[in-house]
T-cell receptor, first 115, second 120 residues
Framework: AQSVAQPEDQVNVAEGNPLTVKCTYSVSGNPYLFWYVQYPNRGLQFLLKYITGDNLVKGSYGFEAEFNKSQTSFHLKKPSALVSDSALYFCAVRTSDTGGFKTIFGAGTRLFVKA | GAVVSQHPSRVICKSGTSVKIECRSLDFQATTMFWYRQFPKKSLMLMATSNEGSKATYEQGVEKDKFLINHASLTLSTLTVTSAHPEDSSFYIC????????????????FGPGTRLTVL
């Protein structure tokens, strides 16, 4: 079965420090991987994706993610966290199915950045 | 580009009434639209996937007759919660994918801002 795991419910980091939000996946075939961010009472905003090519993917707001095939991971990173980065982050994998595709989301990781 | 809107953003209704939620792709044609439901502090649960002009494909456990989905055009999909009950109260989020800009693929989903439904 195809799945996405975010092992941490919550990540706390001080402003200015680097942050990492972990994600591992289980898919058949080549993975399409995504990160989204959700602010309170809002929909999801697309941050970045990995389809193919360079393992290090750069996205919006200074975020990046590294695709590691051997570890089946796609951790989200940012060199220097901002208080405004505090939000709920979802890792997702796109799966293929008859008639099209659908996206499976991890459980989400809440990021708290303290000033 | 790739803006998805939802209307209304918030709705309160009485038990037994029906509520319609609209999802629009504003600057691209959405060949596929998805409807999700999100419970407090939980992840998104896919309810159904719809392709323009086709019947929606519902996930296991989602009642087709209760959650009516229509995707009549490439820019509009609607979700109607029929005979709503308090347990239907939730945050409903739509998502769309399609050709965005020139040379952009359809592999990314873009999300609406969500609709909070409260059934009294």
């Amino acid at each position: 079965a195809q799945s996405v795991a975010q092992p941490e419910d919550q990540v706390n980091v001080a402003e200015g420090n680097p942050l990492t939000v972990k994600c591992t996946y289980s898919v058949s075939g080549n993975p399409y991987l995504f990160w989204y961010v959700q602010y309170p009472n809002r929909g999801l905003q697309f941050l970045l994706k990995y389809i193919t090519g360079d393992n290090l993917v750069k996205g919006s707001y200074g975020f990046e993610a590294e695709f590691n095939k051997s570890q089946t991971s796609f951790h989200l990173k940012k060199p220097s966290a901002l208080v405004s980065d505090s939000a709920l982050y979802f890792c997702a994998v796109r799966t293929s199915d008859t008639g099209g595709f659908k996206t499976i989301f991890g459980a989400g990781t809440r990021l708290f950045v303290k000033a | 580009g790739a803006v998805v809107s939802q209307h209304p953003s918030r709705v309160i209704c009485k038990s037994g009434t029906s509520v319609k939620i609209e999802c629009r792709s504003l600057d691209f044609q959405a060949t596929t639209m998805f409807w999700y439901r999100q419970f407090p502090k939980k992840s998104l649960m896919l309810m159904a996937t719809s392709n323009e002009g086709s019947k929606a494909t519902y996930e296991q456990g989602v009642e087709k007759d209760k959650f009516l989905i229509n995707h009549a055009s490439l820019t509009l999909s609607t979700l109607t919660v029929t005979s709503a009950h308090p347990e239907d109260s939730s945050f409903y989020i739509c998502s769309a994918s399609g050709q965005v800009g020139s040379g952009q693929g359809t592999d990314t989903q873009y999300f609406g801002p969500g609709t909070r439904l409260t059934v009294l």
